[in-house]
């Protein structure tokens, strides 16, 4: 079936280093997409979304980008804190067969920022 | 700002019992939804809900599984009778307006509930 997923597991950085941790998903039918953080023991937190009508959109230090010619998202965070620590999910509305409202969340990636 | 709350944080049972647990979802939102994450693994869809009738629902939400909104705040999801294969965190999620409906269609979620099946 076709699914969200994602290139690195983990992804290692120093702190003031700009972070990009990408996705793939393979739905050409998905017109929304969001990036969720997750800390531990805790819930899906939103950071940023877009929808398939736009290439790029930006908020406070994270930046989203859609690539649909190749079905590619990413997540770019600027400046990375310690804070920003934390497990990454992609995730995408799954039209037709998922209906509109269902969201379909790629496996994460764990950002570690190192001091 | 207003967040998803739910109860309990953690709910330990035993297998074949049933438990139901509990979520407040933002106020103005009109959408609901319950998701699960097993340990280690990726967060799941179970089921949505708006106008007081589900409107989808995964193939992990079986006969079992059963959800309500009894008041005009609570939003809750029942397992009958509980595996051990139920045990994992369970979120739920609410939104404004669905996916496709414009700029509140974000579904913002609890801080979970982990179940335990022993």
């Known amino acids: 079936g076709e699914s969200v997923g994602l290139h690195l597991p983990t992804l290692s950085v120093q702190e003031g280093d700009n972070s990009i941790i990408n996705c793939a998903y393979s739905n050409s039918a998905s017109d929304y997409f969001i990036w969720y953080k997750q800390e531990s023991g805790k819930g899906p937190q939103f950071i940023i979304d877009?929808?398939?009508?736009?290439d790029k959109r930006q908020g406070q230090r994270v930046t989203v980008l859609l690539n649909k010619t190749v079905k590619h998202l990413s997540l770019q965070i600027a400046a990375t804190q310690p804070g920003d620590s934390a497990v990454y999910f992609c995730?995408?509305?799954?039209?037709?067969?998922?209906?509109?409202?269902?969201?379909?969340f790629g496996a994460g990636t764990r950002l570690a920022v190192h001091p | 700002e207003p967040e998803v709350t739910q109860t309990p944080s953690h709910q330990v049972t035993q297998m074949g019992q049933e438990v139901i647990l509990r979520c407040v979802p933002i106020?103005?939102?009109?959408?609901f939804y319950w998701y699960r994450q097993i340990l280690g693994q990726k967060v799941e869809f179970l089921v949505s809900?708006?106008?007081?009738?589900?409107?989808?629902k995964s193939e992990i939400f079986d006969d079992q599984f059963s959800v309500e909104r009894p008041d005009g705040s609570n939003f809750t999801l029942k397992i009958r009778s509980t595996k051990l294969e139920d045990s994992a965190m369970y979120f739920c999620a609410s939104s404004e307006r669905p996916v496709g409906g414009g700029l509140q269609e974000t579904q913002y979620f609890g801080p979970g509930t982990r179940l335990l099946v022993l």
């Open positions: 809900f708006y106008n007081n009738e589900i409107s989808e």
């Open positions: 877009i929808r398939s009508n736009m």
């Open positions: 106020s103005n939102h009109l959408y």
């Open positions: 995730a995408e509305n799954n039209p037709p067969s998922g209906g509109y409202n269902k969201l379909i």
